[in-house]
């Protein structure tokens, strides 16, 4: 029994690869009001009327292409980023995932059981940047199951890490293997999201995308701004590996719908790239900590037939840090400071 818990929570997969499954998933993924942020009627008219309907099918094909044995990978190396962080913790350590299972309450629940003593629960969630679709509606969700179930401990957040040090070491090692042999060019392929969302994160009201320069321009703006977050990881990892402004690029990719969404990107610059010369090309995706179908299937087999279709010669998909042994440390370093004010954690 202990006093002291750790939740790890991420995005979620389908429980199979079955259509009915899929489109289940899509629809508590779809009409959260962070992740498609239009009214309640007209989302719900998109998401069952619409989306789902036509991409269940679509969806549920990229997923067989990349299923497990196991199961999803991303539940799969969820659990056992889980076992590996329990190997270097005293305290209990859990999983949870923001759509579908395992569910925020069953990992509370179990949690509750097992520790009568319970004081505080370590919500970590696997989302290196802020933005309202990922991290921001993670985080809401955790504390809304707290608040309605009234548990007798309280939830303290990891706050976004895209700049700190321990994990920018651990995604730096997980790349430097790929870089250390030949190559043309490293793109970082992060999710994209739409410029709206970049807009009304804006907590300045006139900071965000007001000028070309603006993620690099200081602005408090930037505690919410996942664009400028993601150039920052970029921009610090290459610093560690010493690679030159030439040797790199950023993209956004998985848009959905007509809306505008940040850019450049991905798909069209894989098309791009062999025509500017770059003929060995390497992939990473530092916006995902964990494998899963934005990075096996619309990376490492959708993204790299683009590029090899364009005229490129070779592609790299650099895998997610996963279990990575420099990320489990970065992890749960973290994890024991957190009952020393440190300020990478806020209480709720």
Not at 92 to 104: C, D, L, N
Request: hydrophobic share 40%; net charge neutral.
């Amino acid at each position: 029994m202990s006093s002291t818990a750790v939740i790890l929570m991420n995005l979620g997969s389908p429980d199979t690869t079955q259509v009915k499954d899929v489109r289940k998933y899509l629809h508590e993924f779809l009409m959260d009001k962070r992740v498609i942020d239009y009214p309640y009627l007209f989302r719900k008219f998109l998401v069952d009327g619409i989306i789902t309907r036509f991409r269940a099918p679509k969806s549920a094909h990229a997923y067989r292409s990349i299923w497990w044995p196991e199961g999803s990978p991303l539940i799969v190396l969820t659990k056992k980023l889980q076992t590996a962080l329990q190997e270097q913790l005293d305290c209990p350590v859990e999983i949870a995932m923001r759509y579908g299972r395992p569910s925020m309450r069953g990992a509370y629940d179990k949690l509750a059981a097992e520790n009568p003593d319970l004081k505080e629960v370590l919500l970590v969630p696997l989302y290196p940047h802020y933005a309202m679709s990922s991290y921001e509606t993670a985080v809401e969700y955790a504390r809304e199951v707290h608040r309605k179930r009234k548990y007798g401990f309280h939830i303290k957040v990891l706050q976004p890490y895209y700049h700190d040090e321990a994990y920018i070491h651990a995604l730096a090692e997980s790349i430097r293997p790929y870089v250390q042999g030949e190559f043309d060019h490293l793109l970082f392929s992060y999710h994209g999201v739409p410029v709206r969302h970049i807009k009304k994160g804006d907590i300045t009201g006139h900071h965000c995308l007001a000028s070309e320069d603006c993620c690099w321009v200081h602005s408090d703006a930037h505690r919410f701004c996942y664009r400028h977050q993601v150039y920052a990881t970029t921009r610090l990892v290459a610093q560690t590996l010493g690679l030159s402004p030439d040797q790199y690029s950023v993209s956004f990719q998985s848009r959905l719908g007509r809306d505008e969404w940040i850019s450049p990107y991905t798909a069209a610059e894989l098309a791009a790239m062999p025509g500017r010369g770059v003929q060995r090309l390497l992939v990473a995706c530092p916006a995902f900590v964990s494998d899963c179908l934005e990075t096996l299937e619309e990376i490492a087999m959708a993204g790299r037939d683009t590029f090899l279709q364009a005229g490129g010669a070779a592609f790299t998909a650099i895998p997610c840090l996963n279990v990575h042994p420099d990320w489990v440390r970065a992890l749960a370093g973290w994890v024991r400071t957190a009952g020393q004010d440190d300020p990478r954690w806020k209480t709720f």
